[in-house]
Nanobody, 120 residues
């Protein structure tokens, strides 16, 4: 059983910052990549940022220049530092991990989501 547990969401004023964390736990053998997606109210889920096991990062257009993804391999944890937040960043943010376990091949797993609200 694999769990992805997100934390760090909340409310912030425009221009503010938040740091999201996502810790993966369970019978993990190897993590290939982790990332963040978000789903704004009434819209489809979209990619925010991703990072591979080797440290290569990529960003969605909305995140470039404002958000930074990083990871701690020892803790199986991925972070998303979000600066310069805008009301359009309001969404539920979901952690995603592609990994395999001692009993399954590579699969995608999702966290439960954490709400980020940017409002004055």
């Amino acid at each position: 059983q694999v769990q992805l547990v997100e934390s760090g969401g909340g409310g912030v004023q425009p221009g503010g910052s938040l740091r999201l964390s996502c810790a993966a736990s369970g019978s993990i053998r190897r993590i290939y990549a982790m990332g963040w997606y978000r789903q704004p109210p009434g819209k489809q889920r979209e990619v925010v940022a991703g990072i591979t096991s080797g440290g290569g990062a990529n960003y969605g257009d909305s995140a470039k220049g404002r958000f930074t993804i990083s990871k701690d391999n020892a803790k199986n944890t991925v972070y998303l530092q979000m600066n310069g937040l805008k009301p359009d960043d309001t969404a539920v943010y979901y952690c995603n991990a592609r990994l395999d376990t001692v009993v399954t091949g590579a699969r995608n797993y999702w966290g439960q989501g954490t709400q980020v609200t940017v409002s004055s």
